[in-house]
């Protein structure tokens, strides 16, 4: 059973550029996450999606960042206008279609976007 | 906002030592997390531990719900628990969105 994917595992951008990060959940799972993790720093929730629907969106920057999780294919989380400050490393996490508070989230390799 | 706090928030060690990693919380945790972040940048999940113990061998894990706290132990590090370790929970109202702690560094060396 394959885990979590995430691609690309490596990114660079120019400031102003776009980024596309795609995550694949386990199979089965229908929750995602997103998370943003800073050098040095610990990972900080983004947003939660469901299929087609985004449920929580507490942790996104209001400007710039938009995800989404489509009926079908990968969920995506995109930057417009990528600056120095959203070089990062990003980490999806998957968990099974029955979460409420109870399910263990599995992470992905993450995605490492440099903005040059 | 909730607070999770680590400690401490680094160690060296020598092979074959033990240790205990300390997370404390602020509010009432649905459930609790521990995942080893390796010097690749990978997280690999250690425990999912709401409350009581769990030993998955070298490592085991004890959550004290009423008293917000969960404890790691690390017995005979080897060179290859060296990496970040995080303790992450969601926390009541929160969804399942995971509020992580800054994270123990970890050294051992041979």
């Known amino acids: 059973n394959a885990g979590v994917m995430q691609n690309p595992r490596h990114l660079v951008r120019r400031r102003g550029q776009e980024a596309r990060l795609r995550c694949s959940p386990m199979?089965?799972?229908?929750?995602v996450y997103w998370y943003r993790q800073l050098p040095e720093e610990g990972l900080k929730f983004m947003v939660y999606?469901?299929?087609?629907?985004?449920?929580?969106e507490s942790g996104m920057p209001k400007e710039r960042f938009s995800a989404e999780f489509p009926k079908e294919g990968p969920s995506i989380l995109r930057i417009q206008q990528v600056v120095r400050g959203d070089s990062a490393a990003y980490f999806c996490?998957?968990?099974?279609?029955?979460?409420?508070?109870?399910?263990?989230?599995?992470f992905g390799p993450g995605t490492r976007l440099t903005v040059l | 906002g909730i607070q999770v706090e680590q400690s401490p928030p680094d160690l060296i060690l020598q092979e074959g030592a033990n240790s205990t990693l300390r997370c404390n919380f602020s509010d009432s945790v649905n459930n609790l997390q521990w995942f080893h972040q390796n010097p690749w940048g990978q997280l690999i999940n250690l425990f999912y531990?709401?409350?009581g113990t769990k030993q998955n061998g070298r490592l085991s894990a004890t959550t004290v719900a009423t008293e917000r706290y969960s404890l790691l132990y690390i017995s005979s590090s080897q060179t290859t628990d060296s990496g970040v370790y995080f303790c992450?929970?969601?926390?009541?109202?929160?969804?399942?969105?995971?509020?992580f702690g800054a994270g123990t560094r970890l050294a051992v060396h041979p």
């Open positions: 996490a998957s968990s099974p279609p029955a979460s409420t508070f109870t399910d263990t989230q599995y």
């Open positions: 199979k089965g799972h229908s929750h």
């Open positions: 992450a929970g969601p926390f009541s109202g929160g969804y399942n969105k995971l509020i």
């Open positions: 531990i709401p409350s």
């Open positions: 999606l469901q299929k087609e629907n985004i449920i929580d």
